[in-house]
Nanobody, 127 residues
Framework: QLQLVESGGGLVQPGGSLRLSCAAS????????IGWFRQAPGKEREGVSC????????TYPDSVKGRFTISRDNAKNTVYLQMNNLKPEDTSVYYC????????????????????WGQGTQVTVSS
């Protein structure tokens, strides 16, 4: 059974850093593109980063570009999201999601593209 489990969330001060992890089980991670998404109360879920099967291609929206870095270790079946210089507006529940692909390209980083989701981890940025 395909399962994704996020970890690494917490409370951090503005300007601080966190590294989120997405551990996959029940499937071979290198067959899947992975995305990180977030959803704040009352807002739609948005993509914050996506990565191709091999990790050679990534995408970021302007809101996190230069601050967030996605990476993957297929041998460990884990994808990471390094978040630096965090801002209060980054406060959200963060989810990872998977999509099995034949293509080696990074897919469109949109919610409807991914069909397997974790339960999320809360990130709160506050002083």
């Amino acid at each position: 059974q395909l399962q994704l489990v996020e970890s690494g969330g917490g409370l951090v001060q503005p300007g601080g850093s966190l590294r989120l992890s997405c551990a996959a089980s029940g499937f071979t991670l290198n067959d899947y593109a992975i995305g990180w998404f977030r959803q704040a109360p009352g807002k739609e879920r948005e993509g914050v980063s996506c990565i191709s099967r091999s990790g050679s291609s990534t995408t970021y929206p302007d809101s996190v570009k230069g601050r967030f870095t996605i990476s993957r270790d297929n041998a460990k079946n884990t994808v990471y999201l390094q978040m630096n210089n965090l801002k209060p507006e980054d406060t959200s529940v963060y989810y990872c999601a998977a999509r099995r692909l034949l293509s080696i390209a990074v897919p469109t980083c949109a919610e409807h593209v991914f069909y397997s989701w974790g339960q999320g981890t809360q990130v709160t940025v506050s002083s």
